[in-house]
């Protein structure tokens, strides 16, 4: 189990505005994740954190900003949602960078730009 | 090309059979590797991971992988109904921020 949740669950909105989802651990877990998944698609990386206020970007990072204030807390911000952007965004976790050390997964945020 | 290619699907095996999912790899740096199972709608969950060359056993899956051949698979026995889903295979660098990178997925129908 992840412990982790995401809100909100499910949102539609208009291009242009802005958005942010919002990802939250109950571990203490150093590394969480921000993914994109589309149709027929696996997951591909947005931005990832390595510690509170340590962010880097991902593969698909365009548009999208991160923040991590607290360890438990990881913000996904959409500055002007466009309609490339719908898709199914999922925030995972892992403790560390040891050979074992698995990403788990939330139960993901479905958006919808219109 | 994708560094992550998975065997193109659908997959479809009778209940009881032995489903055989594929997977390779580009970069030869990755460490670890993963299988995740995702059900429609439903977020990735993992099966299993595998890092040293060779075969991992657990219940009725077997994780394969051959750093050689930049190759890893999931062999899964006695397939069940419940096994229909889609099916992840990730890899892990964990000298990059443990990043992982996934393939497209491939979905697996087991008939009764």
């Known amino acids: 189990d992840a412990g982790i949740t995401q809100s909100p669950r499910h949102k539609v909105t208009e291009t242009g505005t802005p958005v942010t989802l919002r990802c939250h651990q109950t571990e203490n877990h150093r590394y969480m994740y921000w993914y994109r998944q589309d149709p027929g698609h696996g997951l591909r990386l947005i931005h990832y954190?390595?510690?509170?206020?340590?962010?880097d970007k991902g593969e698909v990072s365009d548009g999208y900003s991160v923040s991590r204030s607290k360890t438990e807390d990881f913000l996904l911000t959409l500055e002007s949602a466009t309609s490339s952007q719908t898709s199914v965004y999922f925030c995972?976790?892992?403790?560390?960078?040891?050979?074992?050390?698995?990403?788990?997964f939330g139960p993901g945020t479905r958006l919808t730009v219109l | 090309q994708k560094e992550v290619e998975q065997n193109s699907g659908p997959l479809s095996v009778p209940e009881g059979a032995i489903a055989s999912l594929n997977c390779t790899y580009s970069?030869?740096?990755?460490?670890?590797f993963f299988w995740y199972r995702q059900y429609s709608g439903k977020s990735p969950e993992l099966i299993m991971f595998?890092?040293?060359?060779g075969d991992k056993e657990d219940g009725r899956f077997t994780a394969q992988l051959n750093k050689a051949s930049q190759y890893v698979s999931l062999l899964i026995r006695d397939s069940q109904p419940s096994d229909s889903a889609t099916y992840l295979c990730?890899?892990?660098?964990?000298?990059?921020?443990?990043?992982?990178?996934f393939g497209d997925g491939t979905t697996l129908t087991v008939k009764p």
């Open positions: 970069d030869r740096g990755s460490q670890s």
């Open positions: 954190s390595y510690g509170v206020k340590d962010t």
């Open positions: 990730a890899v892990r660098d964990v000298s990059n921020a443990g990043k992982s990178t």
């Open positions: 595998i890092y040293s060359n």
């Open positions: 995972a976790n892992s403790p560390g960078l040891a050979l074992t050390d698995t990403q788990y």
